[in-house]
């Protein structure tokens, strides 16, 4: 079942955009604030699992762990409820 979810998720990913890159526009996803995160629900977990694929290439890791996601999602978002200029990526390091 894990399998199947990570897959989807995976899927989304790649047909799921932040609304900030739909317009054809380069993004530098460190530079991604609190506020262009929370304003586009649909693109909350394709940034995640961008932003974990990014650190988990950098640390060597290769397990996906879809608690951990969620959990980071929701650290995420706890995060910049009262600091909408918070650069999203920072929060990971």
Same mark, same amino acid.
């Given at each position: 079942m894990k399998t199947i979810m990570i897959? *989807? @998720? @995976?899927?989304?990913?790649?047909v799921t955009l932040p609304t900030i890159?739909?317009?054809?526009? %380069?993004?530098?996803?460190?530079?991604?604030?609190? &506020?262009?995160?929370?304003?586009?629900?649909?693109?909350?977990?394709?940034?995640?699992?961008?932003?974990?694929?990014?650190?988990? %290439? *950098?640390?060597?890791?290769?397990?996906?762990?879809?608690?951990?996601?969620?959990k980071n999602v929701q650290d995420v978002?706890?995060?910049? &409820?009262? %600091?909408?200029?918070? &650069?999203?990526?920072?929060?990971?390091?």
């Amino acid at each position: 079942m894990k399998t199947i979810m990570i897959t *989807a @998720a @995976a899927l989304a990913c790649l047909v799921t955009l932040p609304t900030i890159a739909s317009a054809g526009q %380069n993004v530098d996803m460190t530079e991604l604030t609190c &506020k262009e995160f929370m304003a586009d629900p649909d693109g909350i977990m394709p940034t995640i699992f961008w932003i974990d694929g990014y650190l988990s %290439n *950098a640390t060597g890791n290769t397990v996906i762990d879809p608690d951990q996601m969620v959990k980071n999602v929701q650290d995420v978002v706890e995060a910049c &409820k009262d %600091n909408p200029d918070q &650069k999203i990526f920072d929060l990971f390091n």
